[in-house]
């Protein structure tokens, strides 16, 4: 298949189809991508898309694209189109394994009419209030419906008779019949069908009932020939229906469900709902804005299929929810566009200099390289040095700070691919802006600094779009309190420069061809907006990360925000980079960084964070020999302690591994929230200590116990009723400020998951 370097990373999934084709239980691979078409594909969903499309080519299997199309009321054409183009986009091709769920009604309709003969399925009349009632709660079995133990006969009727279009939305239902006292409460009678009087995109009005997700997802498995069927870890509970269908039904094959750990980032949202809130509101300009995660947004934004199909393989495939950084997302996409992206000049915010010793009307052509040595790429550009060129404003400075390397009074920089000037006189208007600079060329004065520019009278106007993170916290969809993600975007998002001025090679890009604009950042023509006449540039990504170094701004960046470092100065080795030396090193570290991949089954990038020092690795062992929860503990060392300790070494903090581990089963036993742990590990690592100690102590217990939440959701119920009728009138938004509310009288103390669902019980009415 592939060579020891490029072979893609073992996961378990990998692991299990290795197993399948070897015992000969299944000959060939077929994997699905299965989106409901009532949205815009997100980063989420490409690495659904790469991964089911990845296995099914590294095992010369098939993947098929599957519209889930079961729920006419949100389904629309303009979907279906736009994600036929994304996973065309991404680079995977379905052949003629294009499927949709409502090619398939007639069957699954024959399988339930099976279930009912089999007396495994009954029409309910309950509605949906009484049936979640009589469905019980976790710790009280359910009871059965009324109409759980009708004939046969009269439920083939009645089956037959919603088929017919003859009760109305809503008046019943057919259900399995399945165990009322299982654990899993969604195996308590799970729905099959239910009516919905709408036209369907596909079937049109041929159909009134509609299968339910659960019982069509596995039979559209079978009927397929799909034998491996992956979805994403929330549909988990989901997996017993999805075996009991195949096991009741006369369904063709049998598939199985796979679940792994779904793609979330930081400072963004993947979740449809609140992208299409975004879009639907007017927060952004459409699903392709290029702030969005969509790959459509993404791709008008510069991200190329190649950055996004690199992150995915990099995040790797697990079986444990955690949030990736976006820094590593834009990371994949530099490295892309470093080999890809012709380097040109662009001045944001020009201010003019007049280089008062070069005669008027002179031009001399430079020469200047595509692209860098260390890139190897052929190809180069033109930019004509005249009298007078721009620089960025935030180049000059009048009253320098220490260790300014760009332009000053009195002081020379190079201009990238030109001469050394000096400047001699700064230019004001009446009111002292400065308006422009005088300088002259000499090339013996001492560089100090090199910048770019653009010559003045060859420019090109362009309007600049710069795109910033939507949201300016890390987990706008996780707030403590329960307030809106909305809350949440970051008001400078956008900042659209109208005038830049960019040098003459600018006119000849062609749509959608990326460049860098050099010391700034990689952008690419708008492809909506852009015209060869009035071109339009939208940033794709800075040149380094600059949100991380607005934690370590130095004198000299906060100086000049726009512009970044000069890229002329030796840099600095990457973390990865230290970390590898120290493993070449030192064989400890080595031999640890295969066995936490390969023994503890950890992500490539984790493994490498772990084993860069030996610290690090001591506590991480540590930590598991009092809590044997590799992804647990695995999550705590990485996202909590290395960014705790900042760059220094990990055992200069006071916290102990024990502690660690500690806390670690705390939090998954649910006797602390997240926020409480946090707040827990906040004092370990100021002071340590034991967790259960400090839990006690600050009172930091969490409550899990449903009567007590209970009690308090209806004492916020009570207090307010304006609110609680306006949720049920339908603003369903309002279930966050009741969060809050509830979240704050428990003293951030009550169990967010069941809160939610308690809450949502009780607002039911
Ligand atoms: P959302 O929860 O945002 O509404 P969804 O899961 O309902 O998304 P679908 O169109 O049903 O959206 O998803 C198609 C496939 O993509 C499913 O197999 C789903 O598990 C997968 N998927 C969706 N979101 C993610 C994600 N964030 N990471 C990985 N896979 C995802
Ligand atoms: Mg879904």
Known sequence: MSTADDAPKSNFLRQIIDADLESGRHSQVVTRFPPEPNGYLHIGHA??????????????????????????????????????????????????????ASDFFEEMYAFAEHLVRAGEAYVDHLDADAISDYRG?????????????????????????????????????????????????????????????????????????????????????????????????????????????????????????????????????????????????????????????????????????????????????????????????????????????????????????????????????????SFPDDVGKPGSRTVPLGRRVFIERSDF????????????????????????????????????????????????????????????????????????????????????????????LNPTSLVVVKDARLEPAAALVTPATHVQFERNGYYVTDCVDSRADALVFNRAVTLRDSWARKVETTDEEAAAPVAKKADTRPQKKTRAQVREEARARDAELAARLTRYRDVLGLDESDADVLTGDRATGDLFEAALAAYADVPSVTRWVVNEVLAAAKDAPVDSLPLTGEALGALARMVDENVLSNSAAKEVFAELVERGGDPAEITKRRGLRQVSDADAIETIIAEVLAAHPDEVARYREGNQGLLGFFMGQVMRRSGGKANPGLTRRLLQKALAG
Request: with cysteine; proline share 7%; aromatic share 8%.
């Open 137 to 369: 709660t976790l710790r009280e079995a359910g009871r059965p419906s009324p109409y759980r133990e009708r004939s046969v006969d009269e439920n083939l009727d009645l089956l037959r008779r919603m088929r017919a279009g003859e009760f109305a939305d809503g008046t019943c239902v057919l259900r399995a019949k399945g165990d009322l006292a299982s654990p899993n409460m969604k195996m308590r009678d799970p729905l099959l069908y239910r009516i919905r009087k709408a036209s369907h995109p596909r079937t049109g009005d041929t159909w009134c009932i509609y299968p339910m997700y659960d019982y069509a997802h596995p039979l559209e498995d079978a009927l397929e020939g799909v034998t491996h069927s992956i979805c994403t870890l929330e549909f988990e509970n989901n997996r017993e229906i999805y075996d009991w269908v195949l096991e009741h039904t006369p369904a063709p094959a049998r598939p199985r469900q796979y679940e792994f750990a779904r793609l979330n980032i930081t400072y963004t949202v993947l979740s449809k709902r609140k992208l299409l809130q975004l879009v639907g509101e007017g927060h952004v300009a459409g699903w392709d804005d290029p702030r969005m995660p969509t790959l459509a947004g993404m791709r008008r934004r510069g991200y190329t299929p190649e950055a996004i199909r690199t992150f995915c393989e990099a995040v790797g495939v697990t079986k444990t929810n955690s949030r990736v950084d976006m820094e590593r997302l834009e990371g994949c996409l530099r490295d892309d566009l470093n080999h890809r992206a012709p380097r040109l000049m662009a001045v944001l915010d020009p201010i003019e200099i007049e280089l008062v010793n070069r005669p008027e009307g002179e031009v001399t052509p430079l020469e200047a390289a």
């Open 47 to 100: 690495k659904s898309i790469c991964l089911n499309f990845g296995l099914a080519r590294d095992f010369g299997g098939v993947c098929h694209l599957r519209m889930d199309d079961t729920n006419p009321e949100t389904e629309e054409a303009e979907y279906i189109a736009g994600i036929e183009r994304d996973v065309r986009w991404l680079g995977f091709e379905w052949g003629d394994k294009l499927f949709h």
């Open 397 to 488: 400075s009048e009253a320098p700070p220490k260790g300014w390397r760009r332009l000053s009074p009195g002081g020379a920089v190079r201009l990238r691919y030109g001469p050394i000037v000096r400047c001699e006189a700064v230019v004001k208007d009446a009111d002292g802006v400065i308006t422009g600079l005088r300088c002259v060329v000499d090339d013996d004065a001492r560089a100090n600094g090199t910048l770019h520019w653009v010559p003045a009278e060859a420019a090109v106007r362009a309007e600049v779009r710069l795109y910033d993170r939507l949201f300016s916290v890390e987990k706008p969809d996780q707030d403590p309190a329960g307030r809106d993600p909305l809350t949440f």
